[in-house]
């Protein structure tokens, strides 16, 4: 779906694809090093930025991993999916 949107001014329109969010779940199965190397390998994390996201997922139960267009975003939950990890794009 997209969105009109004004510029500041309020002169001209553009259209806006509506950004989605890829979620990740956390689960009991697998282990961090994994969901660390599935980040950095899918969503193009670096390290650090892999590994406060396994974190926010251990510790609240879901972390919005990647944010982008739902073309964007369906690819890489596929193979999120396909490595058995539990995602959603909201």
Do not use: W
Not at 50 to 67: F, I
């Amino acid at each position: 779906m997209q969105k009109e949107k004004s510029n500041p001014l309020g002169h001209t329109k553009e259209l806006q694809e509506d950004l989605k969010e890829l979620v990740l779940f956390n689960d009991d199965v697998n282990t961090f090093d994994f969901v660390i190397e599935t980040l950095m390998d899918v969503c193009q994390h670096d390290p650090l930025q892999a590994e406060q996201c396994a974190m926010v997922v251990h510790y609240n139960g879901k972390c919005s991993v990647k944010s982008g267009s739902f073309g964007e975003l369906k690819p890489r939950h596929e193979e999120m999916t396909n490595r058995k990890l539990t995602v959603s794009i909201n």
